[in-house]
Nanobody
């Protein structure tokens, strides 16, 4: 029932890197598939990446392929999003979420969301 908790956002220059974390204290995150979404002001929530329960399967939005990596450490109940070669268009609030189905790309398939962490990329 507890909300997921994102951290690691901040302000970086274009070309820089950030690592986001999503923790689920008090429950077994390994029971769920997980995903990352982002939302900029005035825009729809956008799929970024998703990962299966064991971490063996991953899927990415075309806009971040080759630059972002999703991973998880189930012993720590934590999912990560490693972001490299950041661009100004990556600026958004990033949300992690939990899902029952495997590798969903639709926000409606996720039932538990964090409150988000701001990522700002300057040019």
């Amino acid at each position: 029932q507890v909300q997921l908790e994102e951290s690691g956002g901040g302000l970086v220059q274009a070309g820089g890197s950030l690592r986001l974390s999503c923790a689920a204290p008090g429950r077994l995150f390994s029971d769920y598939n997980a995903g990352w979404f982002r939302q900029a002001p005035g825009k729809e929530r956008e799929f970024v990446a998703t990962i299966s329960r064991k971490g063996s399967l991953k899927d990415y939005a075309d806009s971040v392929k080759g630059r972002f990596t999703i991973s998880r450490d189930n012993a720590k109940n934590t999912v990560y999003l490693q972001m490299h070669s950041l661009k100004p268009e990556d600026t958004a609030v990033y949300y992690c979420a939990a899902a029952t189905n495997q590798l969903p790309r639709q926000a409606s398939q996720y039932f538990r969301w964090g409150q988000g962490t701001q990522v700002t990329v300057s040019s």
